[in-house]
């Protein structure tokens, strides 16, 4: 008889403690984005990250960190409207939806997005290792 994966998330949708970290992860990813705290970002991102931009590309930890540290992006607005956690072993996926603004390269933006990350779970705590974000409309 084949079973079903367990995951860490309850049936009853209450999150067990692996699921409350992620989320806590996550939030702090999300506060260190806003900051451009690139001391957090580098603890939170997997050295191994592959992340697709919303305009298919793809992008390492290196370009997130430089992206930050340099000011060419600066963020002044994540707003959370929703947060889904899934985990499954030493293996989390967050979706975020969300609004975004800041400056990238000079350029205001304002942006209603929706990210997919994946994370690892080494040693007790989570690291990004892909992302993936995309337009999601008024």
């Known amino acids: 008889m084949s079973q079903t994966p367990r995951t860490e998330q309850q049936s009853d949708g209450t999150d067990s403690a692996a699921a409350e970290a992620l989320r806590a992860a996550e939030q702090r990813l999300q506060q260190a984005q806003l900051a451009s705290d690139v001391a957090e970002l580098d603890r939170l991102?997997?050295?191994r990250l592959v992340f697709t931009g919303p305009d298919g590309r793809h992008y390492t930890k290196q370009d997130d960190l430089e992206i930050h540290r340099s000011g060419r992006q600066s963020m002044t607005r994540v707003e959370e409207e929703d947060l889904k956690v899934l985990v499954a072993g030493d293996t989390g996926v967050t979706w975020f939806l969300g609004t975004l603004e800041g400056v990238m390269n000079?350029?205001?933006f304002h942006a209603r997005v929706r990210?997919?990350?994946t994370w690892v779970r080494n040693g007790g705590e989570w690291r990004l290792i892909a992302g993936h974000v995309s337009p999601a409309g008024a």
């Open 45 to 47: 991102i997997d050295d």
């Open 106 to 108: 000079g350029e205001r």
């Open 115 to 117: 990210y997919t990350r």
